[in-house]
């Protein structure tokens, strides 16, 4: 049986021999290459002599998807020295952070010494000049892959998103856009998602990496947890200090008055606190304390991972979405520019074994007074056990008992608790005001069960933090959803709504047109107000995701270090 890497170089050097087949749009794009000097052709000659099967996996598939279909010319060098494009991306690569990205992913710190010596007149250095242009082909594919896809989108298993890195499309990418461009950023930036969201979250990146690198962290010590208001200390100093840090206070005031723990510095706490999803107190406890800290960097990587993570996503939408921050614990609408237009709380999955899944998914349908099908895994871990001890416990719930067959069972028969308590039968809960799903539900067919619906229980929404749920989404205000997802819908007025929920009879609603459903989780987010959010980690998604990031980096410059393996 052919190794994975094996059946990857076989399928390369089919495609090396399909060349005469390539289109005209891809011929079109060779003619962008450079090669036509003495120099570049020898090193075209050299570089279609090689064996791909001797090389790392990344400069084989170079050579067969960017190089082959245009004769082996070279992009980045004319008369044995760099373009004026390659000087544009090396320069962009290695502002790569500006992104979210890592310039260490792209050989930054060789490039500028790989460069110059390609610019040394020699005779017979076609392999060197060849080598050095696969290499930075190389860099520059993996930075449109990630700008346009994201790096860890293949490693995840928790996204529910389709696999669609296309590096047909990378390779073609880069010789329409990239390879003779002298300024590259409009091709950079029309590589990213155009969602406001994005956008507003990569600029507050830049503004906080420009922050980091013009100051040092401010760090509060322990002795503020004792703050009053009023009091006068220089520990009322290093808060002030650290609140200008972040905007919240102005920059510069009379020594006298950063002494002194004043109402200023109070709203401007309890702003802090608002805008880290912590309890708004205005004092300096232990977790506020805790977020105050946190250093510049690790701030960053939480923005840089949400910008990671939005590249997960669609590009485009048919209809615009409704996305779900787990970590924040918010649901918002949009319209079709990209605004904002609905906005609620919501309670997410408990973290450890019942978390919220991230997915895209679409909305079909919405369901007036559903019927709760209890999930096996809750009938018999939290239901059954409360049967055993209360057997009037399914009447006075409104639990039915059903059959494998459909037929609904006596609750009160001994051999219908049996089934139950033995997982033969189903458990379900009619709909009315115990019903855990509320008066509506919103279903988006997906591979996790997952989908959102109101609850009776709506004083929950009054904790700062909301991972309640067994997985499912409960929402704030259902009606309001309900009026956005039917807004288009034939007949489906704000008074015809409030009539299904008024009337006890279950009915379903059809979407003409699916809605699609986010789930997305980002701990750092640039909101639409313009302010910057932080968020705990409430899922360790993070924690996760940094660690696969580190995990592609090493791999990365272990590769790129690796011998050629030829002569």
């Known amino acids: 049986m052919l190794r994975v890497r094996d059946r990857f170089l076989a399928a390369l050097l089919m495609l090396v021999c399909a060349l005469p087949l390539a289109g005209r749009a891809e011929v079109a794009a060779c003619a962008a290459m450079s090669g036509q000097d003495s120099l570049s052709r020898s090193a075209s000659q050299y570089l279609a002599s090689l064996d791909v099967q001797k090389m790392s996996a990344a400069r084989a598939q170079a050579i067969g998807v960017f190089y082959a279909p245009c004769g082996f010319r070279l992009a980045w060098t004319a008369d044995g020295v760099t373009t004026a494009a390659a000087r544009s991306m090396m320069v962009a690569m290695g502002q790569a952070d500006r992104k979210g990205l890592r310039a260490e992913d792209y050989g930054l710190s ?63 990418y880069i010789r329409e856009n ?18 406001p969201g994005y956008l507003r979250t990569e600029s507050a990146l830049n503004d906080l990496l420009t922050l980091e690198n013009s100051e040092a ?50 709203r401007a706490l309890a702003r802090f606190q608002e805008l880290h999803g912590l309890a708004v107190t205005g004092r300096v406890d232990r977790v506020t304390l805790r977020e105050l800290n946190v250093p510049m960097k690790r701030r960053a990587a939480q923005l840089s991972m949400s910008l990671e993570r939005w590249r997960w996503l669609p590009h485009e939408f048919v209809r615009p979405p409704v996305v779900v921050n787990i970590p924040e614990f918010r649901l918002r609408a949009y319209d079709p520019q990209g605004r904002v237009t609905l906005s609620m709380a919501v309670i997410v999955g408990r973290a450890g074994s019942r978390q919220t899944p991230i997915l895209s998914a679409p909305m079909k349908e919405v369901t007036f007074h559903p019927y709760w099908n209890v999930p096996e895994s809750i009938q018999m871990r939290e239901i059954a056990p409360l049967v055993r001890r209360d ?20 609750s009160d028969s001994a051999e219908a608790r049996r089934w139950l308590l033995s997982g033969q039968a189903r458990v379900r809960q009619v709909p009315g005001r115990q019903n855990a799903l509320g008066d509506i539900k919103f279903n988006f067919p997906n591979v996790f069960d997952a989908y959102m619906h109101g609850t009776p ?14 997985g499912c989404i409960r929402v704030e205000d259902p009606s309001r959803l309900a009026a956005w997802v039917l807004r288009d819908e034939r007949g489906w007025t704000a008074d015809r709504i409030a009539q299904a929920i008024a009337d006890p009879a279950t009915v379903s609603v059809s979407l003409a047109a699916p809605i699609p459903v986010l789930l997305v989780y980002g701990t750092g987010i640039a909101a639409e107000d313009g302010t910057v959010r932080f968020f705990d980690d409430v899922y360790g ?16 410059q272990k590769e790129d270090t690796r011998s050629w393996g030829v002569s």
């Open 391 to 410: 057997t009037s416990y399914l009447r006075r719930h409104d639990y039915q008992i059903v059959s494998r067959s459909g037929a609904v069972l006596d």
């Open 110 to 172: 060789w490039w500028g010494c790989r460069a110059a010596a390609t610019e040394i007149p020699c005779v017979g250095r076609e392999r060197e000049l060849a080598q050095f242009d696969v290499d930075l082909t190389v860099a520059v594919m993996r930075f449109v892959s990630d700008l346009r896809y994201g790096r860890a989108r293949l490693h995840s298993e928790k996204t529910g998103y389709a696999e669609v890195a296309d590096s047909g499309f990378v390779a073609n």
């Open 541 to 556: 998604y993070d924690s996760e995701l940094a660690i696969t990031l580190n995990e592609i980096t090493r791999s990365r």
């Open 178 to 195: 990239l390879v003779s461009s002298v300024e590259p950023s409009r091709a950079i930036q029309a590589l990213e998602p155009s969602y």
């Open 217 to 266: 962290d401010v760090v509060v010590p322990d002795e503020a947890r004792s703050l009053q208001l009023g009091d006068a200390t220089v520990v009322a100093v290093a808060l002030d200090e650290r609140l200008a840090q972040f905007g919240l206070l102005p920059r510069y005031v009379e020594p006298a008055s950063q002494l002194t723990f004043d109402a200023p510095k109070q």
């Open 457 to 470: 229980q709506t004083a929950l929404f009054a904790q700062t933090k909301r991972d309640f749920s067994h």
